[in-house]
Nanobody, 126 residues
Framework: QVQLVESGGGLVQAGGSLRLFCAAS????????MGWFRQAPGKEREFVAA????????YYSDSVKGRFTISRDNAKKLVYLQMNDLNPEDTAAYYC???????????????????WGRGTQVTVSS
């Protein structure tokens, strides 16, 4: 049974930083592409960032490119999302996802994820 558990969310002022964590258990973590998505109230879930199983390939949405960085530690079965220069538009629930497809597949459509975490809330005050 694959489980993904996010943590690290919280309340931060605009311009601040947060680091999200996604801990995986079950399955073969090192063979999955991993990604982060977010969903704000009343909006659809949107892609944020994805990384290939090896870490060689990364993808970012235009809205976070240059501010957010995805990384992973296959030995620890962890995925990170470093978020800098946060603004109120980044306020959302952030979800970790895994897929046996590619990181590019995750960047194209949330429906291509195989497993999801329950999310962690990020709130950015102005």
């Amino acid at each position: 049974q694959v489980q993904l558990v996010e943590s690290g969310g919280g309340l931060v002022q605009a311009g601040g930083s947060l680091r999200l964590f996604c801990a995986a258990s079950g399955g073969t973590f090192s063979s999955w592409a991993m990604g982060w998505f977010r969903q704000a109230p009343g909006k659809e879930r949107e892609f944020v960032a994805a990384m290939s199983w090896s870490g060689s390939f990364t993808y970012y949405s235009d809205s976070v490119k240059g501010r957010f960085t995805i990384s992973r530690d296959n030995a620890k079965k962890l995925v990170y999302l470093q978020m800098n220069d946060l603004n109120p538009e980044d306020t959302a629930a952030y979800y970790c996802a895994s897929t046996r497809r590619t990181a590019r597949d995750l960047s194209i459509a949330p429906g291509r994820a195989d497993y999801w975490g329950r999310g962690t809330q990020v709130t950015v005050s102005s």
